[in-house]
Each structure stands twice: as structure tokens, then as C-alpha cells.
């Protein structure tokens, strides 16, 4: 069945390091796919999305392509900020509007 | 433009008890999803309607059912609480025939059974 693969965290970085956080899927068709934020104590926001291969989503610096090849779909991001400390879900939205998504990766920032 | 509302924020209930969670959708969208998210994981889909239906459903045991308004607005209910109900529960709105578009998610309701 379809499923979504994340790199498990917590992953600490010193501010202004380079992020990569690893997502894999697994996909009967061919899925959109899509990265969501979740900062304590509220729901998911959109970050950055990839409908079709090769594209290449990007919000706020971060970006991440979407590899059919190796059906993977990682989020990168060039200078990290305290401000990023969140926890990062991977998504793969397929069949009517139904979202599968990763097991979440956390990231914390130290200044 | 409101985004999505749910009710209540926090709710403490115990084992055996039955639970209605509320969820308005963003302006525009006619189409609700229910997510629960244990800690520490991702969200896992429940169900979705659209038109006052249950169009899709993952898999989760028949304790937990739905409603859909002619408004757009959606209630979960959860009968019978077991302690491993204890999650977030996330409401997503979305707009029908933007298949492929992304939902719109609430800031969820944090369920707790003792």
C-alpha cells in the first residue's frame, strides 16, 4: 500500500548549518507530494508541495524535488535559523484528496 | 477569512465515555478529513466526507463515526473510549474537484483518557 518514509530525528543543527531531512514513499500511482510544519502546540501548515516528477517545491528557503527515480522527495534547506525548530512531516496525497504521512522528523536549532 | 476552527482545544475524558469533536472548514472548502496523531507520530487518516457522506475511510474500528452538515461542518464521535484514543485530532478542509491541491489543517483537538 502507499506509504511515506521519514528519517527518524531528532536532528540538531547549529544555526546557519545545512538541513537535509530524508523521505521515501511508496506509491501504487503517481502521488503529489508535499512537506507540512508542525510548531508546538498547533496543527500542520503547508511548507512546500511537488505534484508531478522533477518539480521542485520551495517556501522560505527550503526546497525539496520530486524523485520518481528513487522515490524520494527530501527537504533541504541551506541556513537553518532557531526559527526553523519544528517538527517536519512528509506527505503523499493520492486517491481523492487522502494524505499518507511520515512518522515526522524533529528539528532543533541551537543558536 | 477564517481559516479551520475546531472545538474544543483540550478535552479530558475517561475510559468507557463517548466524545463529539468539532470542526468548521475554511471558507469556500466543502470537504473534511479527520486525522488522529498520537504523539511522537504522524497523523493517520480516520475518514473523509463530502456532501453530507462518509466518502472514504482508514482503517479505524466502527467506535469511530462522523457527520457532515449542510454547512460543510463536521462532528467525530468516538464511543466507547479506550485509553489509546489519547491523541491530537486534527480536522483538514479541502475544496472538491482540486483533487491533488492541499488541505487546509485546524489546530486540532487535544484528546486525553484516563
Known amino acids: 500500500g502507499d506509504s511515506v518514509t521519514q528519517m527518524e530525528g531528532p536532528v540538531t543543527l547549529s544555526e546557519e548549518a545545512f538541513l537535509t531531512i530524508n523521505c521515501t514513499y511508496t506509491?501504487?500511482?503517481?502521488?503529489?507530494l508535499f512537506w507540512y510544519v508542525q510548531y508546538p502546540g498547533e496543527g500542520l501548515q503547508l511548507l512546500l508541495k511537488?505534484?508531478?516528477?522533477?518539480d521542485k517545491g520551495s517556501n522560505k528557503g527550503f526546497e525539496a524535488t520530486y524523485r520518481k527515480e528513487t522515490t524520494s522527495f527530501h527537504l533541504e534547506k541551506g541556513s537553518v535559523q532557531v526559527s526553523d525548530s519544528a517538527v517536519y512531516f512528509c506527505?503523499?496525497?493520492?486517491?481523492?484528496?487522502?494524505?499518507?504521512f511520515g512518522s515526522g522528523t524533529k528539528l532543533n536549532v541551537k543558536p | 477569512d477564517a481559516g479551520v476552527t475546531q472545538s474544543p482545544t483540550h478535552l479530558i475524558k475517561t475510559r468507557g465515555q463517548q466524545v463529539t469533536l468539532r470542526c468548521s472548514p475554511k471558507?469556500?472548502?466543502?470537504?473534511v478529513s479527520w486525522y488522529q496523531q498520537a504523539l511522537g507520530q504522524g497523523p493517520q487518516f480516520i475518514f473523509q466526507?463530502?456532501?453530507?457522506?462518509?466518502?472514504q475511510r482508514g482503517n479505524f474500528p466502527d467506535r469511530f463515526s462522523g457527520h457532515q452538515f449542510p454547512n460543510y461542518s463536521s462532528e467525530l464521535n468516538v464511543n466507547a473510549l479506550l485509553l489509546g484514543d489519547s491523541a491530537l485530532y486534527l480536522c483538514?478542509?479541502?475544496?472538491?474537484?482540486?483533487?491533488?491541491?492541499?488541505?487546509?489543517f485546524g489546530d486540532g483537538t487535544r484528546l486525553s483518557i484516563l
Open positions: 483538514a478542509s479541502s475544496r472538491s474537484g482540486e483533487e491533488f491541491q492541499p488541505q487546509h
Open positions: 506509491a501504487t500511482g503517481y502521488p503529489s
Open positions: 511537488a505534484t508531478k516528477a522533477d
Open positions: 506527505a503523499l496525497l493520492y486517491n481523492f484528496n487522502k494524505f499518507y
Open positions: 471558507s469556500g472548502h466543502d470537504t
Open positions: 466526507y463530502y456532501e453530507e457522506e462518509e466518502r
